[in-house]
């Protein structure tokens, strides 16, 4: 499974932007599909994820701001951010794992994609 993460870039504080994670696996919507992200100098945390069942899951950081979705006709997550935050600047990274019907927070995903940048400005 090849994954491919897009959409980052600059944005100024309380602004939007939408990452997408594309899969080139023929099986994606029986997968779990996580989004994480790392700053600099900090450990990589879970942003969100999304599971077969369209069972969805936000860290506390991110809830209310963040929405996860995706389309399995194109084989994208997309994770839409609303009211950027300068604290949500960091490398996004969308995972994928086969588990895809269990409790997503908790898969140890086996794909990773490579990141996007996302910066905020205040």
């Known amino acids: 499974v090849q994954l491919q993460a897009s959409g980052g870039g600059f944005v100024q504080a309380g602004g939007s932007l939408r990452l997408s994670c594309t899969s080139s696996g023929r099986t994606f919507s029986t997968y779990a599909i996580g989004w994480f992200r790392q700053a600099p100098g900090k450990e990589r945390d879970r942003v969100s994820c999304?599971?077969?069942?369209?069972?969805?899951d936000y860290s506390d950081s991110v809830k209310g701001r963040f929405t996860i979705s995706r389309d399995n006709a194109k084989n994208t997550v997309t994770l839409q951010m609303n009211d950027l935050k300068p604290e949500d600047t960091a490398v996004y990274y969308c995972a994928a794992d086969s588990r895809g019907g269990s409790y997503c927070p908790y898969i140890p995903y086996e794909y990773w994609g490579q990141g996007t940048l996302v910066t905020v400005s205040s």
């Open positions: 999304i599971n077969s069942a369209d069972t969805t």
